[in-house]
């Protein structure tokens, strides 16, 4: 009897309805308004949303009540600079070195 094995690609997407960006940032909006409207008069709101995401399975954007993830820098290469001096200097310098000499057309 063969095994199967269940692979990211493998599941069934779990994203019923994806929404555009921009069908996010209203619905974030009308979220902060209904726990705001909620706060005035005093009564309880379950709307808990507080951020969109793009998902990876559908490529659309979900709302999460959960805050963003840290990111976690990680030190680069040092960077590298080709000229000290500024735009004009470094175009001498690419001029020089493809042997382009100076002047005007006529």
């Known amino acids: 009897m063969q095994v199967r094995r269940l692979t990211a690609t493998s599941l ?6 994806p929404w555009e960006r921009k069908d996010i940032k209203l619905a974030l909006k009308k979220a902060e308004r ?3 409207r909620a706060r005035l008069n005093e009564v ?15 490529g659309g954007w979900h709302l999460s ?6 990111l976690r820098l ?3 290469a040092p960077l590298t ?3 000290t001096g500024g735009a004009a200097e470094a175009i001498r ?4 070195v493809s042997g382009l ?4 057309a006529a």
Do not use: K
């Open 12 to 17: 069934p997407s779990l994203c019923q309805e």
């Open 34 to 36: 209904d726990r705001s």
């Open 44 to 58: 309880a709101c379950s709307r808990r949303e507080i951020r969109g995401y793009r998902c990876t399975d559908c």
């Open 65 to 70: 009540s959960q805050p963003a993830r840290r």
């Open 74 to 76: 990680v030190a680069g």
């Open 81 to 83: 600079a080709f000229t």
């Open 93 to 96: 310098t690419i001029a020089a």
């Open 101 to 104: 000499t100076g002047g005007t």
